[in-house]
């Protein structure tokens, strides 16, 4: 975003705020429906967006490479793509956290959530390890083509929770009472 935004920290900044604001926006409406549907129906949804959002990411990456295509139009594109990226977070946080809740015996949440957490540090470090790891091997070199594969790998990774999230089922919930 930065190289084809100009080198503009603002537009990095006005492209995760779009971000922000649509995964703000959508998180109460899909909260509601988790609770009124079900939440692994929700959890569902919000797998098939993440994997909208995969393809349309990894489409417009590949526009980027494409010399024909102006830097602004990528630059609308991977604006929408985050938008789309904030509304499937909006429909996986909350239903998402709130089935976990809801699959953990009462007495052990505590240890059940500090495991979770300790798991999203790991793999929230896994993400900047592995680019370090592929600048490694394709070359130190932080050109739009190079950022763009780095890129790649990432985002193409994101379909694996995607398709998880396909999985979940409100049937394994533990319907303890507190």
């Known amino acids: 975003l930065y190289a084809i935004g100009g080198d503009s920290n603002t537009v990095v900044g006005a492209a995760e705020a779009m ?3 649509a995964q703000l926006t959508s998180a109460l409406p899909v909260g509601y429906l988790a609770d009124k549907l079900s939440r692994s129906r929700v959890i569902s949804w919000g797998g ?3 994997l909208m959002a995969t393809l349309a990411t990894l489409l417009t990456l590949a526009r980027e490479e494409s010399t024909d295509v102006p830097a602004h139009t990528v630059l609308v594109q991977m604006c929408a793509c985050l938008c789309l990226w904030g509304v499937a977070n909006g429909f996986m946080t909350g239903p998402v956290q709130a089935l976990f809740a809801d699959s953990t ?3 052990d949440r505590s240890q059940y959530y500090t495991v979770l957490y300790s798991l999203y540090l790991v793999s929230g470090s896994m993400g900047p390890l592995l680019g370090v ?3 490694k091997i394709w070359g130190d070199h932080w050109a739009p083509s190079q950022l763009c594969k780095v890129m790649v790998v990432g985002v193409a990774l994101e379909a694996v ?8 089922r409100d049937d394994k919930a533990l319907h303890e009472e507190e």
């Open 48 to 50: 098939m967006l993440m």
């Open 19 to 21: 971000q922000g604001v």
């Open 161 to 168: 929770p995607a398709v998880l999230m396909l999985f979940f």
């Open 133 to 135: 790891a592929l600048f």
């Open 105 to 107: 015996p009462a007495g």
